[in-house]
C-alpha cells in the first residue's frame, strides 16, 4: 500500500494516478472522500481542523481496505500532513503502508496551485497546510521525493527505492 503524500499542489493525484497504473493497482484520491462539510470549508478558503479531518480518515481508511482487496494492494494520494494522521492510517489500513512525501519549494507549489482549474483548494491554503506539515520522521516507512522533475522521473524514484527495499 503506498500512500502519496503532500501539501496541495504537490501532485498526489499524478503521481499517484501514473503509479497506481503502472503496478495494475486502484486509485484512490482521498479528496473524493471528503465529507460535504470540509469541501464547502475548503471552498471558501477555511482550513481543516482535526476535528474536520478524523471522520475523513476513517471513511478512507475503509475504502483503501476495500479497494486493496482484490489487488491486495493500492495506491491513495492523501495529504497525510501530520505523523498523527498517518499513525492513524498506518493502523487502520489493513497492509504495510509505504508513505512517499512529495517536497517543493513554497514557490513552485504556489506556482501551480495558482494554474489549476476547478478544484475546490485555493491557493489561499497553502500557508495553513505547509504550517500543519509535519515532515516524516525517520522512524516512519517513507520516502521524501523532490516535485523539480517530471512525473515520470518522480515515479522512477520511487520505483527505485521499491526495487531496492525488496
Request: aromatic share 6%; net charge negative; proline share 4%.
Amino acid at each position: 500500500m503506498i500512500i502519496v503524500m503532500g501539501v496541495c499542489g504537490c501532485g498526489k493525484s499524478s503521481v499517484g494516478e501514473a503509479l497506481a497504473e503502472r503496478h495494475g493497482l486502484p486509485f484512490l484520491d482521498a479528496d473524493d472522500y471528503h465529507p460535504k462539510a470540509n469541501v464547502e470549508k475548503m471552498s471558501n478558503g477555511v482550513a481543516l481542523q482535526d476535528e474536520d479531518r478524523w471522520p475523513w480518515f476513517k471513511i478512507l481508511s475503509k475504502a483503501i481496505n476495500e479497494k486493496s482487496t482484490d489487488t491486495g494492494s493500492s495506491v491513495c494520494g492523501c495529504s497525510a500532513l501530520k505523523r498523527s494522521y498517518r499513525r492513524y492510517l498506518s493502523e487502520h489500513i489493513d497492509r504495510p503502508v509505504l508513505y512517499v512525501h512529495l517536497h517543493g519549494s513554497k514557490e513552485l507549489l504556489f506556482e501551480r496551485l495558482s494554474a489549476r482549474k476547478d478544484h475546490y483548494m485555493p491557493s489561499s491554503l497553502l500557508e495553513s497546510q505547509l504550517a500543519t506539515l509535519e515532515q516524516p520522521q525517520s522512524d516512519e516507512n517513507a520516502i521524501v521525493v523532490s516535485i523539480d522533475q517530471s512525473i515520470a522521473n518522480i515515479v522512477s524514484q520511487i520505483e527505485t527505492y521499491l526495487t531496492t527495499r525488496s
